[in-house]
């Protein structure tokens, strides 16, 4: 059974940071491509970055750029999400999600998901 477990999230201060951290179990980490989303409500699930298995490649949403970083740790089975310079408009719930193939800004090409961590950025 595959599980994805994020966590992390939080109330922040604008300007502020955050660390998400999603826990992966019952698949071969190392072989998925790995994306972070965000949703608020009423909206469509919108992509927020990925990384390649190897943690070689990565992709950005244009409006994270700068400030957010992605990266994984296979070892440990383990996708991180680190935010920086936090504003208002990044509060969302952030999924991650996990995808045998190369990875994908289409959230529907992802096969597996975590249940959500909330993140609120206060200005």
């Known amino acids: 059974q595959v599980v994805l477990v994020e966590s992390g999230g939080g109330l922040v201060q604008a300007g502020g940071s955050l660390r998400l951290s999603c826990a992966a179990s019952?698949?071969?980490?190392?072989?998925?491509?790995m994306g972070w989303f965000r949703q608020t409500p009423g909206k469509e699930r919108e992509f927020v970055a990925a990384?390649?298995?190897?943690?070689?490649?990565?992709d950005y949403e244009d409006s994270v750029k700068g400030r957010f970083t992605i990266s994984r740790d296979n070892a440990k089975n383990t996708v991180y999400l680190q935010m920086n310079s936090l504003k208002p408009e990044d509060t969302a719930v952030y999924y991650c999600?996990?995808?045998?193939?190369?990875?994908?800004?289409?959230?529907?090409?992802?096969?597996?998901w975590g249940q959500g961590t909330q993140v609120t950025v206060s200005s």
């Open positions: 999600a996990g995808r045998l193939a190369a990875w994908s800004r289409a959230a529907s090409r992802y096969d597996y």
């Open positions: 019952g698949w071969t980490f190392s072989s998925y491509a």
């Open positions: 990384i390649s298995w190897s943690g070689r490649a990565t």
